[in-house]
């Protein structure tokens, strides 16, 4: 069934406060829930209506009055009660089986713990309830459990009370004093301990902060701590937000679908993005866990204290936390290029995976109008495009404008469960705009193409750039109305200097001026131009679109070589490269012989030894636009063809660049305690890009480098990167190397055996190897590590073989297809989120060769006629088949 956002109706009733009392016990859970509720007379519901799944029905009373079974109707999803008075008690008992439970949503059992997961939908797993994030109420709950089983009993807020119940067992009662949707709510119980400290917030008061984790984990935990600290500073300073709470607690497991939970005052974790340490975390690890904690912390005003009115409107906490949380990493770094490269790196996800999306068969509107099951639309688009959005509403009405809509959001929302129109309404009033047109950026799906053109006038001295805009149809969308789009600009002068901009008939000069197009097409004209310029358009990405404009090689050399943009900077040399890789991809095909220029060559020499720019730019320039992101250039894409040109263009730019690579490689090194701060972050991953270019065009020597950074790496960024170099490398593919590489795969397996987030890697470095094929990764799917339950485990191999070795998964013989179909069969029957999240690899089937094409069509419909597929799997393959 399709559920339509045209079709919300408000709750047919309110609820006041709910009491909860858990047994716990992994086979049969007992909880008893007591629920106050009043008549909504507003509602068009008249009906009580509660949701249930997959739990056992004890008893039912409502007002002090044992229900009889023809009181009300209970079906598979749904409990009515259709003749229910204006003031309810409803006193429910449900029995869960939470070890049985193997889709980590509602409450479920990992390594003999207990955890909940109620987003979005989790709670109804639990009890009969109205679970639905507009309805808002006060939770109390007693947990009950086995004292040497379960020491720990935690739920969010506040402890109350806590005892001894005197038959082995004993509680804990747990108090949230602010309002919250089932989706908030959360328990965990079971063997953990715990990293606490008492922080002192601005105001002076102060909360106690805890991270906990597993036994043996405790020297894990420092930099979840710092980043939470982090957050709660940044927040009031930045947006005058403080912790509402007087105890905030992070805590981690290995079992979970995604990667964290906001749940009030007990957000849990992904051990993913809690656990790190030298030995056992890389830089992209700590950044991670810096930016969830950021995330999860951050949605305690954007999501928790103001909500979503339905989960059409999920991007009103999800857009605005994501955006929150990049500000947040941006503001951390502490420095302009810092910033920018940040940036850059967000950029290049959303492009890479949102773009695809947009183009794909799942492609929804920011604010989608229609599901079959909401679990499928915590989507790039929802998160990362809706990311860019809020930033649109940043970059258009500035840092104070920005932050005036937020008051007022605030002001006028508190406590509420709102709307994206809401949202978009406070940013417009609190600064005296107009925003009506912005709404297409919520209602529209697809990715804008921004057109832009450009004539210089010598005789009147004025530069007119014309900008048009389009957008491809997509889904029941096929005629798209023009966007309002910040379009950031600058004109480069011949020396490479920004040019003071003057728009006509307007007196400010600015060397970046945002312009505003809300037409389907419109000229701009600067009047103190007297020479040709080049313009760098789209300055910071100022907005989700694709920007096409005819720019000669020339032109962009100069803009790499001088825009003081950093993003257009970085741009410059994407675009020289995609031009070139596009070219080479043909001549692949034809069986022509390939070739690099001179111009490209030099301008990456360019940069690479430019010791004026930051390490972590240069390492962003050199890296090519990756596999994934010259098919999507592509209207049919070969992946085969695609990875012989990336690799000829990375073995040719090692031969050229040799000294120079071994020059950044011996100038990049980090020696003494590790840290995870951007800046010996930049320098690492420099290195480390020197180093896999380096054994590109490889010699004894070059090979002997990767090896030797390989055993005596002092920290696992250094440590996997000479690892991948090893294994990933063209000359990989050399039997001479074969022995060597599988020496240290053992010797890596050895060394970090105990560590689970270690041996994902471990997973992935094989999954995505160049000579990975389905036979090994069917191999690894019988090591005695591997488990197709554990979420992160199935993502390490499966999910990196699929996505991210496009070349080895779209063997022409179509085995890497069987491989993915009998995965999604599998993790259908154990867990359908994660079935449904492996479905869309093959979201781009159309676009492959017909021989491929034919595969993968028969590989969907083999996966939608199986018996018992999951809403989730469902959904997905039907969509696709459809495209
Ligand atoms: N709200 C969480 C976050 O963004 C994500 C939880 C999504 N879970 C799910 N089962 N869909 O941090
Ligand atoms: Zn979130």
Not at 490 to 511: F, M, N, P, R, W
Request: glycine letters at 4%; one cysteine or more.
């Amino acid at each position: 069934v399709t559920i339509y956002r045209k079709d919300y109706v408000a709750p047919g009733f309110w609820v006041d406060t709910v009491e909860m009392g858990f047994d716990l016990h992994p086979q049969r859970t007992h909880v008893a829930t007591r629920i106050t509720m009043r008549r909504n007379h507003d509602s068009a519901e008249k009906d009580l209506v509660l949701f249930g799944e997959d739990i056992k029905l004890l008893q039912l009373r409502m007002n002090g009055v044992n229900l009889k079974k023809n009181a009300y109707t209970l079906t598979k999803e749904r409990l009515v009660i259709s003749s229910a008075p204006d003031q309810v008690m409803l006193e429910i008992e449900t029995a869960i089986a939470a070890d049985k439970n193997t889709t980590m949503s509602g409450l479920y059992v990992s390594n003999g713990n207990f955890f909940t997961q109620c987003e979005a939908e989790g709670f109804r797993k639990i009890t009969f309830f109205p679970d639905r994030p507009d309805v808002m109420a006060s939770y109390t709950v007693m947990l009950r459990g086995d004292k040497k089983l379960y020491p720990v009993l935690l739920s969010n807020g506040n402890l109350i009370e806590q005892g001894d119940l005197g038959d082995g067992r004993h509680y804990a009662k747990w108090e949230d004093p602010f309002k919250k949707p089932s989706y908030l709510f959360a328990l965990v119980a079971g063997k953990l301990v715990c990293q606490e400290e008492k922080y002192k917030l601005k105001s002076g008061r102060k909360v106690l902060l805890q991270v906990w984790v597993e036994q043996g984990n405790l020297d894990k935990t420092q930099h979840a701590m710092d980043s939470l600290k982090n957050s709660i500073r940044w927040d009031e300073e930045r947006f005058g937000l403080e912790l509402d709470l007087d105890r905030f607690m992070i805590v981690a497991t290995s079992d979970f679908n995604m990667g964290a939970m906001e749940n009030k005052g007990l957000n849990i974790f992904n051990t993913k993005y809690v656990l790190a340490n030298s030995r056992v975390a890389t830089d992209a690890d700590y950044a991670g866990i810096e930016s969830v904690v950021g995330h999860e912390y951050f949605h305690n005003w954007t999501g928790n204290r103001v909500t979503c009115r339905d989960w059409f409107q999920l991007s009103l906490k999800e857009g605005l936390t994501v955006f929150r949380d990049q500000e947040f990493s941006g503001d951390l770094v502490g420095n302009e290029t810092g910033r920018a490269v940040k940036r850059i790196e967000d950029v290049r996800v959303l492009r890479q995976l949102q773009f695809s999306e947009d183009a794909g068969p799942m492609a929804h509107p920011v604010r989608p109008d229609s599901f079959v099951e909401i679990n499928n639309f915590y989507t790039v688009t929802v998160y990362e495009k809706g990311s860019e959005v809020v930033r649109m509403y940043y970059t258009l009405l500035g840092h104070e404008g920005f932050r005036k809509g937020m008051d007022l959001y605030f002001q006028r929302h508190d406590g509420q469960a709102v709307t994206c129109d809401d949202f978009r309404a406070a940013m417009a009033d609190a600064n005296g705009r107009d925003l009506k047109q912005f709404e297409r950026w919520y209602s529209q799906a697809g990715t804008p193409r921004l057109k832009a053109q450009t004539s210089y006038d010598a005789i009147s001295k004025t530069y007119t750039l014309s900008l048009s805009q389009s957008c491809p149809k997509t889904a029941g969308q096929a005629k798209k109305l023009p966007f309002h789009i910040p379009v950031a600009v600058g004109l480069i002068d011949a020396e490479g200097k920004d040019v003071a901009l003057q728009l006509l008939g307007e007196s400010a000069t600015s060397t970046t001026q945002i312009l505003e197009l809300k037409e389907a097409q419109q000229n701009f004209v600067f009047t103190n131009s007297d020479r040709e310029v080049t313009p760098s358009i789209l300055r910071n990405f100022s907005a989700p679109v694709i920007l096409e404009f005819d720019y000669s090689d020339e032109q962009l050399a100069h803009l790499l070589a001088h825009d003081s943009d950093p993003f257009c900077r970085w741009e410059a040399g994407q675009r020289l490269a995609m031009r070139r890789l596009l070219k080479l991809v043909k001549a692949v095909q034809q069986g022509d012989t390939l070739s690099l220029d001179d111009l490209f060559i030099n301008a990456l020499r360019k940069t690479l030894i430019d010791q004026n720019l930051d390490p972590a730019f240069r390492e962003l320039v050199l890296t090519l636009p990756s596999e994934v992101m010259i098919a999507e250039e592509m209207a049919i894409a070969d992946p085969h063809s695609i990875h012989i040109a990336r690799q000829f263009v990375r073995a040719t730019l090692a031969q050229h660049l040799k000294a120079d690579l071994l020059k950044a490689y011996q100038d990049n090194l980090t020696p003494g305690k590790y840290s995870p701060d951007a800046q010996s972050a930049g320098k690492r991953a420099l290195k480390n890009c020197a180093l896999a270019y380096l054994v590109e065009w490889p010699d004894a020597a070059t090979y002997a480098l990767a090896h030797t950074q390989y055993q005596e790496a002092e920290n696992m960024t250094d440590r996997i990167a000479a690892l991948s170099a090893m294994l990933h490398c063209s000359s990989a593919l050399d039997k001479a190397y074969s022995k060597t590489r599988k020496q240290v795969l053992a010797h890596f397996y050895k060394e970090f055996e105990s560590e689970a987030l270690v041996i994902d890697k471990w997973f992935t470095l094989q999954a995505t190897a160049p000579t990975a094929d389905v036979e090994q990764v069917r191999a690894l799917m019988q090591h005695k590590a591997f488990s197709m339950s554990n979420p992160n485990r199935a993502r390490s191999l499966i999910f990196a073989f699929c996505n991210a070795n496009p070349a080895r998964f779209h063997a022409a013989d179509g085995s890497g297809y069987g491989l993915w179909a009998d995965c999604v069969i599998a993790l259908n029957k154990l867990n359908p989120q994660v079935a449904a999240r492996l479905s869309r690899s093959m979201d781009r089937w159309t676009k492959l060769p017909k021989a491929n094409k034919a595969l993968m069509k028969a590989a969907l419909q083999r996966v939608a006629a199986t018996k018992n597929l999951s809403k989730d799997v469902s959904e997905v393959v039907t969509k696709a088949l459809a495209a």
